[in-house]
Nanobody, 126 residues
Framework: QVQLAESGGGSVQAGGSLRLSCALS????????MGWFRQPPGNAREGVAA???????HYRESVKGRFKISVDNAKTTLYLQMDALQPEDTAVYYC????????????????????WGKGTLVTVAS
């Protein structure tokens, strides 16, 4: 049974940094895709960053150059390093994973994501 659990959320001032972690258990696919989504208050969920088993990454335009997605070699933890945070980054952040490799540019639009975490809240104060 695959389980995902986020941690690392919290409150930070604009310009600050946070690193989110997603602990993956039972996720043993050789070809895979995983990533981060977020849901700002009162808005729809949106894709933030994705990575596949070839190490190819993809980011939503507004976070390019500020956020970095990575995964450890054992595929036990997915990370999202967030720098230069802005109030518009305030959201509940979710990690997600598919049981096959999806082109990272298509990950955000994949409607049948197999695995989701429960989310962690990030609040950025101005």
């Amino acid at each position: 049974q695959v389980q995902l659990a986020e941690s690392g959320g919290g409150s930070v001032q604009a310009g600050g940094s946070l690193r989110l972690s997603c602990a993956l258990s039972g996720y043993n696919y050789r070809s895979y895709s995983m990533g981060w989504f977020r849901q700002p208050p009162g808005n729809a969920r949106e894709g933030v960053a994705a990575i596949d088993s070839d190490g190819i990454t993809h980011y939503r335009e507004s976070v390019k150059g500020r956020f970095k997605i990575s995964v450890d070699n054992a595929k036990t933890t997915l990370y999202l390093q967030m720098d230069a945070l802005q109030p518009e980054d305030t959201a509940v952040y979710y990690c997600a994973a598919a049981n096959w490799r999806i082109a990272p540019t298509m990950f955000f639009d994949y409607n049948d994501m197999e695995y989701w975490g429960k989310g962690t809240l990030v609040t950025v104060a101005s």
